[in-house]
């Protein structure tokens, strides 16, 4: 389940983060929110936990309020803008620089589009394309009220970043499977190849070599199979000699 909801509402490349989809029709049939109260329970459950947010989008969820001062190119997802920012970049003159220009004013650039100005204009798409994901964020949130998950988060937030941000649980490895393992162990018994017998005269007193016949074997019909079987096995058999 929470796997299908990274896929369907989220986006942004793997193990950096990702943001919600900037979706009106999700978020007006309320899935956004639905989302949030199935990972409420998926957390009050013990379940996975939603690893796969970005830095800023679990601070939004935290306290309710976007820090726009934190925010940078590395916080945005969507390929239409991430792929708007290279323009801007890779732009080596006014000429190719305005091929791009409306779709910087659709970001909410006002200023003159310039040489001199791309760092403005990179701003405007970053916050363009993060703050418009505010109310997807905030009805994720409102889900999350859910069995108090959002108090516990805005109370704590230091304790519950790793189960919402992305490269902060650690996969299990070689060591933390051993230190999980209990192992069952079988009754004491004294095996046969040990190079001494029991010691403490308890253990003496108590030792017994349990010794199961199997008489169901087909191929021990009659002594003389028996016989025959055993006599092979003590010529040709490796070892067998020394029971």
């Not at 947010?53 to 601070?59: A, Q």
């Not at 919402?164 to 393992?181: E, N, R």
């Not at 003496?204 to 028996?226: A, N, P, S």
Request: proline share 4%; with cysteine; aromatic share 8%.
């Amino acid at each position: 389940m929470i796997s299908g909801i990274e896929s369907r509402f989220f986006e942004g490349p793997e193990n950096k983060g990702k943001n919600p989809k900037y979706s009106l029709t999700d978020l007006d049939n309320e899935n956004f929110r639905t989302v949030g109260e199935i990972i409420a329970v998926s957390l009050a459950q013990g379940g996975p936990s939603p690893a796969f947010f970005k830095e800023w989008c679990y601070n939004v969820l935290c306290s309710g309020e976007v820090d726009f001062s934190c925010l940078s190119k590395e916080d945005v997802a969507d390929v239409e803008s991430s792929l708007l920012i290279s323009k801007v970049e890779d732009a080596a003159d006014i000429q190719s620089l305005m091929l791009w220009a409306d779709e910087i004013v659709s970001c909410g650039y006002t200023n003159q589009i310039e040489m001199d100005s791309k760092e403005s204009m990179i701003r405007a798409i970053v916050l363009h394309s993060t703050t418009r994901l505010i109310p997807m964020l905030q009805e994720l949130r409102k889900g999350m009220e859910l069995y108090g998950l959002v108090n516990l988060m805005a109370v704590n937030p230091e304790a519950c970043h790793s189960l919402f941000v992305t490269g902060k649980i650690l996969k299990p490895d070689a060591d933390f499977i051993m230190m999980s393992c209990q192992p069952h162990f079988s009754e004491k018994r004294w095996m046969t190849g040990q190079s001494h017998v029991p010691i403490l005269p308890d253990e003496k007193r108590h030792f017994k070599i349990t010794c199961k016949f199997d008489h169901e074997l087909q191929h021990l019909d009659t002594y003389t199979e028996f016989k025959t079987i055993m006599s092979a096995a003590v010529r040709y058999g490796g070892g067998i000699h020394r029971v």
